[in-house]
């Protein structure tokens, strides 16, 4: 797995460009509903995939406290 922090995923979001009508916390919960697939394949690394799916909960829980735009802010690199 390529992402291993917050602002990764923030400026990948960023990056894919989506249009107004696609939030960051629908991207995140998106994400995380991939990545918790993904570990059910037996072939892949567990613990980078738990890792990304950490960061994915705690920046929903972000986003939920201070906003999306705030968080943008944050961790826009």
Do not use: C, H, W
Not at 51 to 74: F, Q, Y
């Amino acid at each position: 797995m390529g992402i291993q922090s917050a602002s990764e995923y923030v400026d990948f979001f960023i990056n894919l460009n989506m249009g107004p009508n696609v939030s960051l916390l629908s991207f995140v919960n998106n994400e995380k509903i991939v990545l918790k697939q993904k570990l059910e394949y037996k072939n892949l690394e567990k613990e980078p995939i738990r890792k990304g799916v950490m960061i994915l909960e705690k920046l929903a829980i972000e986003i939920n406290d201070v906003g999306e735009k705030t968080v943008i802010e944050k961790y826009q690199l």
